[in-house]
């Protein structure tokens, strides 16, 4: 899991509330993402962001939102607006300040699982 | 528009049998490709990944993978399976335009390897 950290591991929210995921890393990497995995269905981008400051709508955003104030945190919201949250959150970051972007490995944290009670 | 598919949902082998994990792909300009795995309940492993040079790539535990450019393959394998690598194994790529870092990822191929 290298250098990516996210917490809480295990997370319970109730219907209606928001919750944020943690996601920080120690890689210098200029680049960070959330996926969303659910059994059967791959995963699939929420958001990315590629410098401090912007970030930019991955394939299934609505119902969530992030901020990236730092580059070593990426912080990931779920809002009661997302109608089915319960799902395994996976964070990543790529890209070294000599990397080439669209050579990047990606490197993944532990993940963090989101059930619904 | 870029893709990629893993056509195998379940792959079973016995122990210190070969191992292929099939994986193609659609995008235009040279792709980069990567493998990854992912154990349970845990965030996945960069394994290999195909950029430019030899067609054949050695990675992480043994694997190793070929690109076949006539074929728009990049296929997984390693020459004697492990029961420790019974794993989910995911495929992605990326096309070279522009500076997106996006990456297309499979659904991924379930290794079941027997003793």
């Known amino acids: 899991d290298g250098g990516i950290t996210q917490s809480p591991k295990y997370l319970f929210r109730k219907e209606g509330q928001n919750v944020t995921l943690s996601c920080e890393q120690n890689?210098?990497?200029?680049?960070m993402y959330w996926y969303r995995q659910d059994p059967g269905q791959g995963l699939r981008l929420i958001y990315y962001?590629?410098?401090?400051?912007?970030?930019q709508k991955g394939d299934i955003a609505e119902g969530y939102s992030v901020s990236r104030e730092k580059k070593e945190s990426f912080p990931l919201t779920v809002t009661s607006a997302q109608k089915n949250p319960t799902a395994f959150y996976l964070c990543?970051?790529?890209?070294?300040?000599?990397?080439?972007?669209?050579?990047?490995?990606?490197?993944f944290g532990p993940g963090t699982r989101l059930t619904v009670l | 528009a870029q893709s990629v598919a893993q056509p195998e949902d379940q792959v079973n082998v016995a122990e210190g049998n070969p191992l292929t994990v099939k994986c193609t792909y659609s995008?235009?300009?040279?792709?980069?490709l990567f493998w990854y795995v992912q154990y349970p309940n845990r965030g996945l492993q960069f394994l290999l990944k195909?950029?430019?040079?030899d067609n054949l790539v050695k990675g992480s535990y043994g694997f190793e993978a070929e690109f076949n450019k006539s074929q728009t393959s990049f296929h997984l394998k390693k020459p004697s399976a492990l029961v420790s690598d019974s794993a989910l194994y995911f495929c992605?790529?990326?096309?070279?335009?522009?500076?997106?870092?996006?990456?297309?990822w499979g659904l991924g191929t379930s290794l079941a390897v027997n003793p």
């Open positions: 992605a790529v990326r096309g070279n335009a522009g500076n997106n870092r996006k990456l297309i």
């Open positions: 990543a970051s790529s890209g070294g300040t000599s990397g080439t972007p669209s050579t990047d490995t990606q490197y």
């Open positions: 195909y950029i430019t040079g």
């Open positions: 890689l210098n990497h200029d680049a």
């Open positions: 995008v235009s300009g040279n792709p980069y």
């Open positions: 962001s590629q410098i401090v400051n912007d970030f």
